[in-house]
């Protein structure tokens, strides 16, 4: 990356105002509705982006995870009148608990395994919710408390959601930029070579789980109080397989790109009707095209054509061969 | 108790013939489809499809729900495995095969409902018979007939042995003049025909519902690793072992838990046995 930081930064601060001052420019409620879900499904993605897009651990069970956030949040704030705030980073810890737990047994495991462990896990946490009827209501659900007085509007709630997502943005950006990133990327692409270079393979990964946890836990806390009423219908496992494709889509191993893979997934089926009622269709569908068509994700795709357009094609290098020397060397390579 | 241990015999059959079609799909391709389940899970209801809707005679449905699991696997050879393989980037076929999974789940439920429709009585039986109902030996029968079938075809025929040269190493049996392409899309096909079978011999123990494929994919998937990834032998047990814990435990314990208890099993034997109780330990390639 030899681009000068300049446009980079005027973009990035761009960004931030563009998105800080939504609710004031914003049409109607339920645009801003949408750009805070955006926000709470990215606080899970950029977690799990963690996990996915630079570890290589395909976890499709982070919507258990979810869940456990939501319920938290819904039961502590509803039944205990705990304070939301602090409420959010209990959720936050005991969803890092949890993805504690869960990565302890399954991180040994090998790929596919690893994947029916988590699956595995959000169908279990489906299940409890509905078994465990006097702590979460079962099949009826929970109403979830609004948070405190200056969240407690749209948009205040908004600004508490770029708030806890523009943090996590920083750290995972912090943490895939220095050290930490490369090795992750080492143990994603070998992981037999990365444990060679003195990566703690198991510990590391293991880290990073743990934190996609924590996120997930404060995302689900986020998510529960935004939709004011779960039930365990709310956490089917294709919300797993949704935040999956956001990743996949966005490209593995960069941050924006599945930024980019949040927005328009979670935009797009509410602006194109019929989408909508395909559902998770199109999902499967868009994650088979980007597997097969461009399995790094369309943002490297963007990348290679920004490249392309920046720099000219390098001049041909070509060697023209000395046709007269050849003939000579070859002759008197025969007649030796 | 007599109608537990049975019932749990029954499904257990179902789990085995799943972990018997990975099996089938993984000897040659070293894949484990996510779409395995939903394999079963369309012939039962493209076996309850024929027979409700166009009244067509229960042997026929039979074939046709075979033709429609057979035609499923190699579509998914096809389109999700063929390209990924051929790229060689080791988890792709993951992603693939799960975005078809969820392709064909969404579509079954969108054309067939979400609600989980009864699949007709194959023969004349009273509902009185109790533990020798057809419900129960229905999928007992198939599976053993599955795993007799397979072994026979593995041990006596030439296409067998061509499938074994393939498991046993896809390169040298390429050098020896195989199509190691159209074996590996021969077994996707196979191993759709035995799932569909499957699923349409076990229609009534599960109804015809559109969400079984993914729960099948999990527990075919359990009973394989817990009897050891590869054999035939640890699929059989492996399902019949988890079928019986599974209505067991929910007998003694009730049915709000079965999952968890699957799950606990599988991550008990791995624990203790990551190769499972028939598999083989296999060098970790560097």
């Not at chain 2, 030439?158 to 896809?170: I, L, N, P, R, T």
Request: glycine content about 14%; aromatic content about 12%; charged content about 10%.
């Amino acid at each position: 990356m030899t681009a000068s930081p300049l446009p980079r930064v005027g973009a990035l601060a761009i960004g931030v105002i563009a998105a800080a001052t939504l609710p004031l420019w914003v049409g109607d409620f339920y645009q801003l509705h949408l750009a805070a879900l955006i926000g709470v499904y990215w606080v899970l993605i950029a977690g799990l982006n963690l996990v996915v897009g630079y570890t290589g651990q395909l976890s499709i069970g982070h919507v258990g995870l979810l869940s456990i956030g939501s319920y938290t949040f819904a039961i502590v704030v509803g039944r205990y009148g705990v304070d939301p705030l602090l409420t959010l980073a209990l959720a936050g810890a005991l969803g890092g608990l949890c993805g504690f737990l869960l990565g302890l047994p399954s991180l040994r495991l090998p790929g596919f395994y690893f994947a029916m462990a988590t699956m595995a896990f959000a169908l279990i946490m489906a299940e409890l919710s509905l078994a465990q009827g006097e702590l979460t209501g079962g099949g009826a659900g929970l109403p979830v408390p609004a948070f405190n007085a200056p969240f407690d509007t749209p948009p205040g709630f908004y600004w508490l959601v770029l708030l806890v997502a523009g943090l996590i943005t920083w750290m995972t950006w912090n943490v895939a930029r220095l050290m930490w990133g490369r090795g992750l990327i080492a143990l994603r692409d070998s992981e037999v070579a990365a444990a060679a270079v003195g990566v703690p393979v198991f510990r590391l990964k293991l880290t990073v789980f743990t934190f996609s946890g924590v996120t997930a836990g404060i995302g689900g806390a986020l998510f529960a109080s935004l939709q004011s009423y779960i039930t365990p219908d709310t956490f089917i496992f294709e919300l797993g397989l949704f935040f999956f494709v956001c990743i996949i889509i966005g490209g593995r191993g960069s941050i924006l790109g599945p930024f980019v893979g949040t927005v328009v997934l979670t935009a797009l089926p509410e602006m194109v009707a019929p989408l909508a009622k395909l559902g998770n269709f199109f999902y499967g569908l868009l994650l088979l095209a980007v597997v097969l068509v461009v399995p790094e994700g369309i943002g490297h795709l963007i990348k290679t054509v920004i490249a392309r357009f920046q720099k000219k094609q390098p001049d041909s290098q070509g060697v023209q061969p000395d046709i007269g020397r050849l003939v000579t060397a070859i002759q008197r390579g025969h007649a030796s | 108790m007599l109608t537990v241990l049975v019932s749990g015999l029954a499904i257990g059959a179902l789990y085995a013939a799943t972990g018997l079609a990975y099996n089938i799909m993984f000897s040659t391709s070293k894949v484990l489809s996510v779409t395995t389940g939903h394999i079963c899970m369309l012939g039962g209801v493209f076996g309850a499809y024929f027979m409700l809707d166009f009244g067509l005679p229960a042997p026929v449905a039979l074939v046709g729900a075979v033709l429609v699991g057979a035609g499923f696997g190699l579509l998914t050879e096809v389109i999700a495995i063929r390209r990924v393989l051929a790229r060689s980037d080791e988890h792709l076929w993951l992603l693939s095969t799960l975005a078809l999974a969820t392709m064909v789940q969404q579509a079954v439920g969108l054309w067939w409902g979400t609600e989980p429709r009864p699949f007709p009585r194959l023969f004349d039986q009273d509902f009185t018979a109790g533990v020798l109902d057809q419900k129960y030996w229905l999928p007992i029968a198939a599976v053993v007939a599955m795993a007799l079938g397979l072994e026979f075809f593995y041990r006596r025929t030439m296409y067998g042995k061509v499938f074994q040269a393939v498991s046993e190493d896809a390169f040298a049996a390429r050098a020896h003049g195989i199509a190691t392409d159209r074996t590996r899309a021969l077994s996707f096909a196979i191993a759709g025909a035995l799932g569909g079978l499957a699923g349409f011999a076990a229609g009534q123990l599960t109804f015809a519902f559109f969400a079984l494929g993914l729960t099948l994919t999990l527990y075919g998937f359990i009973a394989l690793a817990v009897g050891g990834l590869g054999s035939n032998v640890g699929a059989l047990v492996g399902g019949i072992a988890l079928g019986l814990f599974q209505t067991v435990a929910t007998y003694l314990f009730g049915g709000e838990y079965q999952q968890t208890i699957a799950v606990g099993l599988l991550m008990v034997v791995l624990l203790v046995k990551p190769e499972g109780l028939f598999g083989s330990k296999k060098v970790r390639p560097v």
